[in-house]
């Protein structure tokens, strides 16, 4: 008992001590002034401010629906384009932003799908786009009013519900008017497209807003009125000759005008075929990059040379300096050649070149190599490459 006693004691003594020692450890700790390190002077009012930040823009060419493509699509339920795209999606995802050419009007089927020479495609192939990584299609080309002010209307609608954006085609004079801006890590780049025609189909009176027509005028001022609101503008001219492997002077003056203009990147389409890149100087160290066609992407065109297209890839890079200058710069300029693969006008799909299948196109390295050297024609500063990291 006595021992017990003594045990208890003994405990209560103990924890009595460390009660005083942790008191006092704490009253002492908290009369101690805060010790501040003098040596430590940022002034971050003041301080010198710098920031860099770049996008990668992606752009493919000519997405023609001819009746044996959306044929090869249909399913018991509707069309599923998905499968043609399941070998070249990572490429177009692999961007922050990516822009393509939907020749063909997306009209729906109240308005009957239809072929050359007057197109009308199933809508779902924007789904497909959007799916695979298209950011924003350009809609001004010769097919746009295939199917009057209807398709525009219905493909526009279509597009808006899937949330899908377009340019060079519109719902009206206020769609128009709406700036096409895409925002990515800070850098704002805006959209412009224009045709130069319609395949002779009038454009209704009174609804210009319909389908941009190339008039320099307007270019020129829609250009004015873009630039304050983006780092960048990339516009899609749908100009030049059918099948013809070297742009024209039209051409070629025309992107002399856009980059002199404040267009930073220009993409040509209608050749259908690859035509050379290009570096066009517009003063003060500063250039616009242009491609003058980007092919085909996806069609049932007949030829090797119609067959081949492209995936285009430009570095868009914004700097603000320690004197809170903004520079804004356009490089590194790559090419990834494509290929247009079916068999009897079935099983379409798009793979890069360099996995084309000897059963599909012989020699698929020489057709490679062949449009290197076509490609940098005019210039040797763009890489042409098997595969986009």
């Not at 101690?32 to 009012?45: A, G, L, M, R, W």
């Not at 925002?183 to 045709?195: D, E, N």
């Not at 210009?208 to 190339?214: E, H, Q």
């Amino acid at each position: 008992m006595k021992k017990k006693l003594w045990i208890i004691i003994s405990s209560i003594v103990a924890l009595s001590i460390v009660l005083v020692f942790n008191y006092n450890n704490h009253t002492n700790s908290e009369s101690k002034p805060v010790q501040f390190n003098s040596t430590i002077n940022v002034d971050h009012y003041n301080e010198v401010k710098t920031f860099e930040t770049s996008i990668k823009l992606n752009a493919i060419g000519d997405l023609i629906i001819h009746e044996a493509v959306y044929q090869d699509a249909e399913t018991s339920t509707g069309y599923d384009f998905d499968p043609m795209f399941q070998d070249i999606k990572y490429y177009l995802r692999n961007a922050d932003i990516t822009i393509a050419n939907q020749e063909t009007i997306l009209g729906g089927d109240e308005l009957d799908f239809s072929s050359y020479p007057t197109f009308n495609t199933p809508q779902v192939l924007a789904n497909t786009l959007k799916n695979s990584g298209i950011d924003i299609l350009s809609m001004a080309n010769n097919h746009t009013l295939d199917r009057g002010e209807a398709g525009v209307m219905s493909a526009t609608q279509y597009l808006n519900e899937i949330e899908l954006d377009y340019v060079g085609a519109y719902q009206s004079e206020n769609d128009r008017n709406k700036h096409r801006v895409i925002h990515r890590k800070g850098i704002a780049v805006g959209f412009l497209s224009y045709t130069y025609g319609t395949n002779g189909v009038a454009v209704p009176e009174g609804k210009d807003y319909l389908v941009n027509l190339i008039d320099e005028d307007q270019i020129l001022k829609d250009l004015e009125e873009l630039k304050p609101k983006t780092d960048f503008i990339v516009v899609n001219m749908h100009f030049g000759q059918e099948y013809q492997s070297l742009p024209s002077e039209e051409q070629i003056h025309l992107s002399e005008l856009l980059a002199n203009n404040g267009a930073d990147v220009i993409l040509g389409h209608h050749p259908h075929i690859l035509q050379p890149v290009d570096w066009i100087s517009k003063g003060q160290g500063k250039e616009s990059f242009v491609a003058y066609s980007l092919g085909n992407f996806l069609s049932a065109q007949i030829d090797r040379d119609r067959s081949i297209g492209a995936i285009m890839q430009i570095q868009l890079t914004k700097e603000i300096d320690e004197n809170q200058e903004i520079n804004l710069d356009v490089s590194d300029a790559k090419i990834m050649p494509t290929y247009n693969q079916y068999e009897n006008f079935k099983n379409f799909k798009i793979t890069p070149l360099v996995e084309v299948s000897e059963q599909h196109l012989s020699d698929a390295k020489h057709w490679f190599k062949q449009k290197k050297d076509h490609i940098q024609s005019f210039t040797k500063r763009v890489e042409v490459v098997p595969y986009l990291e």
